[in-house]
């Protein structure tokens, strides 16, 4: 029904074959977008790279946007090399170990304030140098969870981090909704990815979701990955500012 066939996008947050950001990647090279890959660091490389490759990826690239200069030499690299960009792909959230496994009530400053710029701001310093690059329009999006709005056990300052990340994607769909650029935040159920790992007692909650799903049934990478690149494609080009839910119906069961 619709064709990314001409469209670049640059995928950050993929760290193995589990991960949502895989998902997507997958789904926009499959519907015929140019892909850019960006891994974490030397020691993420290796489990980023043959997954890059697989798909043919135009561009594998060093990203850690907590070290300056790193986000804007990736779009220093895109600029070069497209000349242009359809879709962003913003799926990465860090909080300490010992913020995330404490209660909100007790979270640091300094976490907090990591949490925020490398699960929050990122996504704005994204969307900032990629609105250059889409001077027709675009599609910026990242990753959020059921625990930005309900108090999920375990979840604790990534519940917060999350909502702050939702009302910054509807704030910025309305900002650049003139220019053509839409902007969503994903909103998954709960996935066994690296990321999740970090958290509490993750496996119980994923039993549970399970369980109390409409479908009996989580969704998949794949799930996600179809979503997105719908999301990217000119058929979407009328929705902005949604944070779509893709959870088999569980946050909707009380």
Known sequence: MFS???QTALVVGIANENSIAWGCAKAL????ARVAVTYLNAKAEPHVRPLAEELGADLILPLDVSKPGELEAVFEAVTDHWGKLDTVLHSIAFAPKEDLHGRVVDCS???FGMAMDISVHSFLRMIRLAEPLMPDGGTCMTV???GSEKAV??????????AALESAT???AAELGPKGISVHALSPGPLATRAAS??????ELLARAAERAPTRQLATIDDVGAYCA???SPEARRVTGTVPVIDGGYSIVG
């Open 4 to 6: 990314l066939e001409g």
């Open 109 to 111: 400053a300094e976490g």
């Open 144 to 146: 959020s969870f059921y």
């Open 230 to 232: 719908f999301l990217a």
């Open 153 to 162: 056990e375990h979840y604790n300052i990534m519940g917060p981090v999350k």
């Open 29 to 32: 090279r499959a519907q015929g």
């Open 198 to 203: 970090g958290i509490g007692h993750f496996d």
């Open 170 to 172: 509807r704030y910025v």
